[in-house]
T-cell receptor, first 112, second 113 residues
């Protein structure tokens, strides 16, 4: 049973607007969350992360929000650019665990 | 660049044949991982290693074995390939034991006919 869920397989957004990607998790032991970006024919690349002691982490155009009570996190990309078109994976880990659990991914398409 | 190479990058093989994929890192990291990526499933952990000769199963380990005889190489073997093992395989390393981030190689596309 998948413990990390990305319920939107795809998202289309106009260049310059905000992209919002959502992720839900079921395992209450998860306390560290990550987002990865993947282009076709390449490996995933780490984008941004957040610890459960925070509810927001920002890095340039990328902000991750964590709502622990709802077991939900989201990634905001502002403003969206054509180079942001990719597959985005949400991942989670429990404290001191060496493994990551990934969601199924959301394909983002940024329209000019 | 995570200093990870995977070989081969593409392979087509027949059902029932053995296949070995290689992951090579240049930075002597302790933790290495093998994942497979399939549509609708994201990345699923097959096996991982926490040191030379120290390995453990992930969530989709059936039909796969691994070996790590030296720090820099982590091998994934399909003893008898099946069509359900057609996938893209990624190797990853964990650079810092204090951090959770993993860094991925470029992937191997395997087709089992």
């Amino acid at each position: 049973d998948q413990q990390v869920k990305q319920n939107s397989p795809s998202l289309s957004v106009q260049e310059g607007r905000i992209s919002i990607l959502n992720c839900d998790y079921t395992n209450s032991m998860f306390d560290y969350f990550l987002w990865y970006k993947k282009y076709p024919a390449e490996g995933p690349t780490f984008l941004i992360s957040i610890s459960s002691i925070k509810d927001k982490n920002e890095d340039g155009r990328f902000t991750v929000f964590l709502n622990k009570s709802a077991k939900h996190l989201s990634l905001h990309i502002v403003p969206s650019q054509p180079g942001d078109s990719a597959v985005y994976f949400c991942a989670a880990s429990a404290y001191n665990d060496y493994k990551l659990s990934f969601g199924a991914g959301t394909t983002v398409t940024v329209r000019a | 660049d995570a200093g990870i190479t995977q070989s081969p990058r593409h392979k087509v093989t027949e059902t029932g044949t053995p296949v070995t994929l290689r992951c090579h890192q240049t930075e002597n990291h302790r933790y290495m991982y093998w994942y497979r990526q399939d549509p609708g499933h994201g990345l699923r952990l097959i096996h991982y290693s926490y040191g030379v000769k120290d390995t453990d199963k992930g969530e989709v380990s059936d039909g796969y074995s691994v070996s790590r005889s030296k720090t820099e190489d982590f091998l994934l073997t399909l003893e008898s390939a099946t069509s359900s093992q057609t996938s893209v395989y990624f190797c990853a390393i964990r650079r810092d034991e204090k951090d959770y981030e993993q860094y991925f190689g470029p992937g191997t596309r395997l087709t089992v006919t």
